[in-house]
């Protein structure tokens, strides 16, 4: 059986650049995302899979052309108007089966365009579909370059990491307890694996995307004392009151910051989405993380229900005086399947029918006080104060402090600093993978 995993193709405009939505500043991180994790784990568990990433829509349809049996989709919700367009070409190609998986297929609107939904973290559930048997699943390398602008080399090798999947929260806006209900651990074997292959192929600075790093106390205690056993500086994602208890010993393991969801400034939006958490809680962690010399970012979203033109531009100060490295700013967007998605359903009408919207830099609902062409310019102001070049620049120097910090020494940290450029030319940009058992 010949299988092929992709994921929706590219826009016209290119690779998606993260930073580049969140700033428009002429210095900025410029982060072009060029590989697909989810296809990553897959690939690395089921070498037999063939995977695609990102592709334009010819490279796509050359693909297509070598015939399949099955072919599978992964796609963001964002991506669905492309994956379907891509769904709809499979079938005329004569695909037998067109598989789905990915935070994308929780949409039950568009689930009867594929002959099979996968839920979920998908590894045990593709290895029923092969009939194979997989045995505990094994992280893949996953390492990306990105540059500063206006630098026009490559300025460092970094690398992600995962060591649990999901939350156990309920956030009314956010998709993951419905996309991983019962949240579980990654072995520690396979990243202790992944995490020495990094050390081997240039990589400093790993990044740890656990939506909550932490939750799983001893897990995640004997993950910390990996990282300065292999000589690697990590930051992380996790809520604030967590970040609050293990501070000290994170930051005595190589920590460099931490990433937390802010969400809101304003406790109304707080409490009706059911994030359990102060903005007292979030500045205390901002403070402390200064006072260990340690760097924050943040991610924000603005234009909750209550919210006004007024309203919001206070919320960006006040999310400004938080003194943050960097500010990822969304506009509160409903995803299918969540508490919120049914009630700006219910109580005001989602009026947007393209899935492109669906990107969390428009309005896609009936706002009872902002419109959506207001609510872009409010996020474009939003990106103009909490990310300008001198915010950038303050936190270039704050990301050198941390290095200085964990190397007790500013000069030794320097030092680092610039091998990374060379290192991203001396080690292959896609170090692939992890060589089979
Ligand atoms: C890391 C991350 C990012 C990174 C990198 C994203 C990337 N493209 O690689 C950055 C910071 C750039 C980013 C940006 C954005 N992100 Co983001 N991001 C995440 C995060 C934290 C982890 C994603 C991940 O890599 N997971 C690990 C892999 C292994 O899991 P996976 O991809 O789901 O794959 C597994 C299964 O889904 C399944 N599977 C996947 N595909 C397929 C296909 C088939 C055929 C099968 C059988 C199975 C299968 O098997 C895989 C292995 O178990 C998630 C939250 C989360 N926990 O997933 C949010 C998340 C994916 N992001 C989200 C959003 C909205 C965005 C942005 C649009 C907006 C923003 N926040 O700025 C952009 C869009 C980026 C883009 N177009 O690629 C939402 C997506 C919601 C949705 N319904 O689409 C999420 C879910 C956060 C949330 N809870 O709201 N993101
Ligand atoms: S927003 Fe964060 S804390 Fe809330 S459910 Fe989602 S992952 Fe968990």
């Known amino acids: 059986m010949k299988i092929l995993f992709t994921n929706e193709c590219r826009r016209e405009d290119g690779y998606y650049e993260y930073f580049g939505k969140n700033s428009k500043a002429l210095a900025r991180i410029v982060f072009p995302i060029k590989i697909s994790t989810g296809l990553r784990f897959i690939k690395q568990n089921f070498p037999r899979i063939e995977i695609l990433e990102n592709p334009t829509w010819d490279e796509y349809c050359a693909w297509l052309s070598e015939g399949w049996d099955v072919v599978g989709f992964s796609f963001f919700t964002h991506g669905t108007g492309r994956a379907l367009k891509m769904v709809e070409k499979a079938r005329q190609a004569g695909v037998s089966q067109i598989w789905g998986g990915g935070y994308g297929v929780l949409d039950p609107r568009i689930q009867d365009r594929f002959d099979r939904i996968f839920h979920g973290y998908a590894e045990p559930e593709i290895a029923e579909a092969l009939g194979v048997d997989m045995g505990p699943v094994r992280h893949p390398p996953l390492v990306n370059q990105w540059n500063i602008s206006p630098l026009p080399f490559k300025v460092q090798r970094v690398a992600a990491l995962f060591t649990s999947r ?14 991983c209900p019962r949240p579980e651990t990654l072995p520690l074997e396979s990243i202790e694996e992944v995490l020495r292959f990094y050390r081997d192929h240039g990589v400093d600075w790993v990044f740890v995307m656990d939506e909550n790093f932490g939750m799983f106390k ?14 690697l500086h990590w930051s992380l994602m996790t809520r604030a009151e967590n970040a609050l208890k293990y501070l000290d010993d994170w930051v005595d393991a190589n920590l460099m910051g931490i990433g937390v969801g802010i969400e809101s400034m304003d406790h109304r939006a707080l409490a009706a989405w059911k994030k359990k958490q102060t903005t007292e809680t979030v500045a ?36 400004r005086a938080l003194k943050l490295g960097f500010t990822q700013v969304t506009i509160a967007t409903p995803y299918p399947r969540t508490a919120l998605w ?11 029918t393209d899935w492109e919207k669906y ?19 409010l996020h474009d102001h939003a990106c103009r104060r909490l990310n300008s070049s001198a915010i950038f620049l303050r936190f270039a120097y704050k990301i050198y402090r941390s290095y200085a910090m964990n190397l007790a020494s500013y000069a030794r940290g320097l030092s680092l600093i610039s091998s990374f450029p060379v290192k991203c030319y001396r080690y292959p940009e896609d170090p692939g993978y992890l060589p089979a058992r």
């Not at 999901?166 to 996309?179: A, D, E, L, N």
């Not at 001893?218 to 000589?231: C, N």
């Open 166 to 179: 999901g939350c156990p929260y309920k956030c009314t806006f956010c998709q993951t307890p419905v996309f």
């Open 218 to 231: 001893e897990h995640s205690e004997k993950v910390v004392e990996m990282f300065p056993r292999f000589g």
């Open 284 to 319: 205390r962690l901002a403070e402390e993380l200064e006072r260990r010399k340690r760097y924050m970012w943040g991610y924000y979203m603005l234009g909750h229900q209550d919210a006004d033109v007024d309203s919001t531009l206070e919320e960006i100060e006040m999310v």
């Open 342 to 352: 049914d009630e700006l359903e219910q109580k005001y009408g989602i009026f947007e």
């Open 359 to 377: 990107d969390t830099k428009h309005l896609v609902w009936n706002h009872p006080h902002i419109s959506p062409e207001k609510m872009e310019e």
